[in-house]
């Protein structure tokens, strides 16, 4: 049995049981999911079994059986639906999309349906059956659910494998445009920050400086007085939630960003904006069977159109 052991430090204390282990459990985990598995005695503290409001206190010890969550994330099959995809580029080894605002890339333990993933599963002929041992599938690297733009998804497992390679060796260009808050004091530069995951909140990542490196190049493209500002930004690492923490440390965070934002705008000024205004412009890489250099753009999306409008004024 594969166990997780987590010791409550001192600024950790006084939390209830569910909250704690929310902040210190892993990406994609859902609260509910966690909440049955303290009611099922899949978690416990100290050895003991717990109530979900019982408060922690430092010292206590909180084992989480892994095997357990692990079999609930994968009781059920993921199932095709007919969902509307935005394809750029398609041929028979991978597919190109425009992912929207709001959609998710993989289904979670909680959220079987209405992914990227469900989509693509009815698009592409046998698209589960040549990885159906992988929870990948053919998913060579994802998007936040509110973050719109291009995404690459393989139709092989060679072409998952040498797109995976890319990706990893830094072989691809990937650039986006994002609105952020303020003004930033450098109009352009490159900010080079390790990140890794915040020390209490464990949902959010943070600059960390025993963290893994984290390359965000920048140059701004508009300033709207003092309110906001355009950015077209080169990823030239691809950490969890970078542009959005890299940003977030500057001091200007990514308008709409409810995990990192301060929503100054809306607060301010009346201007709403609904999902983080972050977009993958761009994404380069070499076709794996072609072996030729290929880009691709999205456009941005009418909300983050609409939102720059509305700045203007």
Known sequence: ?????????????????????????????????????????????????????????????????????????????????????????????????????????????????????????????????????????????????????????AKNPITLHLLSKQFKERKTKKYYLTIVEGLLKEKEGEINLPLGRHPTLRQKRAVVYNGREAITEYKVLKEFDNLASLVWIRLKTGRTHQIRVHFKYLGNPVVGDSLYGKNKIEKNYGITADRQMLHALKLGFYHPMKKTWVEFLAPPPSDFKNLLVELNK
């Open 1 to 153: 049995m594969k166990k997780r052991i987590i010791k409550v430090k001192s600024e950790e204390q006084q939390k209830r049981l569910d909250v704690f282990v929310v902040e210190n459990s892993f990406e994609g985990v859902s609260r509910n999911l966690l909440k049955n598995a303290i009611s099922e005695g899949n978690i416990k503290v100290n050895g003991n079994i717990k109530k979900a409001h019982y408060t922690v206190k430092i010292g206590d010890e909180i084992e989480i059986d892994l095997d357990n969550l692990k079999e609930d994330r994968n009781e059920k099959d993921i199932l095709p639906e007919n969902i509307h995809l935005d394809i750029l580029y398609e041929d028979e080894d991978l597919i190109v999309i425009n992912k929207p605002a709001g959609l998710i890339v993989h289904p979670t333990p909680t959220i079987k349906s209405g992914t990227l993933v469900n989509g693509l599963l009815y698009h592409i002929e046998d698209f589960k059956s040549f990885s159906q041992n992988s929870e990948r599938l053919g998913i060579v690297h994802r998007l936040d659910k509110e973050t719109s733009g291009v995404l690459v998804v």
